[in-house]
């Protein structure tokens, strides 16, 4: 399974970023997909994940302004950035979960994409 990263960049607080994530390859062995990021010098944090079935998951720090959201027949994953903030700024990165793996919010993801840049300044 291959992951593709783009939608990110610099923008101003309070504007808004949409994060697309291309999957290819054995898209059949997929599950769940997940937005993740990471700060310099702060640990990755999982920022919103979603189900085969669409039953989704926020981190508290987005809930109200990041809607996760998949487009099955494009094989995309989107995120979608309102109301950023200067806190906000990371590298964003899109995982998968393949369908032997956990069901837990905390259960490790399997592939990866490279990452895709937000800038949110104030």
């Known amino acids: 399974v291959q992951l593709v990263e783009s939608g990110g960049g610099l923008v101003q607080a309070g504007g808004s970023l949409r994060l697309s994530c291309a999957a290819s390859?054995?898209?059949?062995?997929?599950?769940?997909m997940g937005w993740y990021r990471q700060a310099p010098g702060k640990e990755r944090e999982l920022v919103a994940a979603i189900s085969s079935g669409g039953s989704t998951y926020y981190a508290d720090s987005v809930k109200g302004r990041f809607t996760i959201s998949r487009d099955n027949a494009k094989n995309t994953l989107y995120l979608q950035m309102n109301s950023l903030k200067p806190e906000d700024t990371a590298m964003y990165y899109c995982?998968?979960?393949?369908?032997?793996?956990?069901?837990?919010?905390?259960?490790?993801?399997?592939?990866w994409g490279q990452g895709t840049q937000v800038t949110v300044s104030s």
């Open positions: 390859g054995s898209i059949f062995s997929i599950k769940d």
């Open positions: 995982a998968a979960r393949s369908l032997g793996a956990g069901n837990r919010v905390d259960s490790p993801y399997d592939y």
